[in-house]
């Protein structure tokens, strides 16, 4: 009978030194003493009851199912735990960190959204540009990628050997990938770029191991412009169903804040003024803090654009393919990151790196757009 389990672990919710207890006391049941169907009550017990703290229980059983998966709890338990770790991600009510740990946990549980590569449509005309939301136009309609380009997105470039295959990579980019950029005459802070990530770390993004950072559902980071024209390229060999005339690819400048902020020039994508419920970035006014790293792509339904994109303000920077400058030395970056301020992420802010730049917090999104030389 597992209710006296229940009710003594469910009292306990929340308290730091009961949570090893609880992760234990789950994966000795399920494990050491092989009754997974015990195990599966008492985490089925948790997102059902959700004692303790608001979304602390659910995010508690998803620890408790990762330790112990597979075979520590039916299938079915993990598919309760897993519907009640997305409520937790999505909901506006819970804390930031608890949200964020809901979605690593369901990255690495195996959990996807089921929209991850659908594209949304953006309609031709005016919108409203820049801080004083001056009229411009594209006169074309052209469809944004619904979420930035994630980890488990990009690990299919690399298993299809993308970075050894020369046709993705522009003469530039497959110069920087084969150790040639370097004997170019650069500037010094083009030269420390290239110098911290030597070529034998030119095969993957430089955060490719890094536990949470490459976490399947956020946001690939540690890729440089050359990279993200590459998976461009290398993506557009792979979907047929692009429309004549039109290419994947980077999106342009103007392009990405017209799908960010809408036709009506909204400060931020889901309206005039932040919303820390709404995106993942360093929260200046409140706590002076922020996450500690990206966060799931499907996090802030908060956040969502007039035309359906996610995640287009904070969480990860995002390249463009727009030049910032004539010399052609910096390209645009937009949106904001999880250790910028709200300030950055703010639809109308423009932001800059050199190509060969790879944060911790610097992605990217793609586009079936017009094709542009």
Known sequence: DSTPIIETLSRHV????????????IGYLGIRQQLPKIAGEVVEALVNTKPGPQGEAVVLAGDAVLDTWPGGVPLQSKDRVTDALVETMQDASIRPELRRHAGLLLGRLGWRPGDLDRFVEVPAGEYQAGVRKEAREIPYMYFVARYPVTNIQYA????????QTREYWSDAGWEWRTGKYDSRTLQDVERDWLEHRPLPKRNVPYYWHNIELSNPIVPVVGVCWFEAEAYCKWLSKKIVAVPEGHEIRLPRDDEWERAARGADGREYPWGEGFDKSAANTWDSESTGSGLGGTTAVCTFPQGISPDGAWDMSGNAWEWTRTWYDDDRKYRIVRGGSWIGYQWFARASFCNWSIPLMFNDDLGFRIVIAPKET
């Open 14 to 25: 929340g308290e730091q030194a009961w949570r090893e207890v609880t992760l234990l006391t």
């Open 156 to 163: 299919r470039f690399v298993k299809e050997d993308g970075y």
